[in-house]
């Protein structure tokens, strides 16, 4: 099979074709509503469900109904969701590392099977969980997750207010062979991530190095809680002007993933927190082709990118918010109030 086909499956045809025209709640709804009994039950949960912390981005057995439960209605709906919860370059991300799944079916020869025997690459064995009741006056959550994407959402009304943790990976990170060959998803984490590197004096690089070698995972791997990161690295206060610019060029490429107005009030809260207390911390090899790693972080905010796996051609990225993940802060203002 081609690989080039393979990124216009189904799925993705309809991911990058249906729009959006809808408010987040109302989306919300209409999912909810196309949905059959059996598959509300698997699709609903209490906003205070442990499941909602339930936070993975291996290939593993989830909860919550998929893209392969789903008749062409409900993928919109779902699709609809998704998309007004992301920008238009996170969608994107999403939909491509989905659809590199099947690339990987083809390399591995559909070897790779789960527990019940169903094949362990699948561009449709993606998750959607509700937490809450998505109504006027109510907290409301959803997920998002799969092989190598979990993206974890509360909202109050059509307003998001957390956004995290969410992940996205890319295995293989550039596409080796085939029509495909040399697509990568996740470019720009990398190349940036270079730039910013290659900017630095070697007085700055003693600071900003920590170890010759890449961890083989992100730190904070799937942990429900995370914190700083020890070493820090060097802060943004000690670059230069141009060093700055990459630096938040760099970190914007993150933030913006989300969907707009919820990307600028993080942005708005990091600044808030110190912008000089950022740092940018680096371990592995200091050229592409070789396992590096690097970490950014500041009072509110942890990313983490790290490419090691499979000879240095699987990426993993993530954003957590130090105070809000899961908007365990929010929810925990609001009770605290209501009591």
């Not at 499956?9 to 990058?16: E, G, W």
């Not at 025209?21 to 699709?43: G, H, R, S, V, Y």
């Not at 997750?145 to 990976?169: C, K, Q, R, W, Y």
């Not at 085939?178 to 290659?198: A, D, M, R, W, Y």
């Amino acid at each position: 099979m081609r690989l080039k086909k393979l990124l216009l499956s189904p799925l993705c045809i309809l991911l990058f074709a249906t729009g959006h025209t809808q408010e987040l709640l109302t989306l919300a709804q209409d999912f909810l509503n196309t949905l059959d009994a059996d598959l509300l039950e698997k699709a609903q949960f209490q906003i205070d469900d442990d499941e909602r912390f339930n936070f993975n981005y291996v290939p593993l057995a989830r909860k919550g109904p998929t893209f392969n439960d789903f008749n062409t209605k409900q993928k919109e709906a779902a699709t609809n969701l998704l998309k007004a919860s992301l920008s238009q370059e996170g969608f994107r991300k999403a939909s491509e590392i989905m659809a590199l799944e099947n690339i990987l079916a083809v390399l591995e020869k559909n070897k790779n099977k789960m527990p019940d025997g169903t094949s362990m690459r699948d561009a449709l064995n993606y998750h959607f969980s509700i937490f809450g009741i998505p109504e006027k006056g109510e907290f409301w959550g959803w997920r998002f997750e799969g092989h190598h994407v979990s993206l974890n959402f509360v909202a109050s009304e059509d307003t998001i207010l957390s956004a995290t943790p969410s992940f996205m990976g890319s295995n293989p990170g550039i596409v080796p062979s085939g029509k495909l060959q040399g697509k990568q998803v996740l470019k720009k984490e990398t190349e940036i991530g270079f730039e910013l590197l290659n900017s630095l004096s070697k007085e700055q690089l003693t600071q900003t190095v920590f170890s010759n070698e890449a961890p083989y995972e992100i730190f904070t791997k799937n942990n429900r809680t995370v914190s700083n990161l020890k070493p820090n690295g060097i802060l943004f206060s000690d670059l230069s002007q141009d060093q700055k610019g990459i630096f938040l060029k760099l970190l914007n490429l993150y933030l913006n993933n989300y969907e707009a107005e919820f990307s600028k009030s993080l942005k708005v809260k990091i600044k808030d927190a110190d912008i000089d207390q950022l740092s940018f911390a680096w371990a592995g090899s200091l050229k592409p082709g070789q396992g590096h790693y690097y970490h950014i972080q500041g009072p509110t905010i942890l990313i983490e990118y790290d490419n090691t796996q499979n000879n240095a051609n699987h990426v993993h990225t993530v954003v957590r918010d130090l105070t809000n993940d899961f908007g365990q802060d929010i929810l925990k203002q609001h009770y605290d109030h209501s009591h």
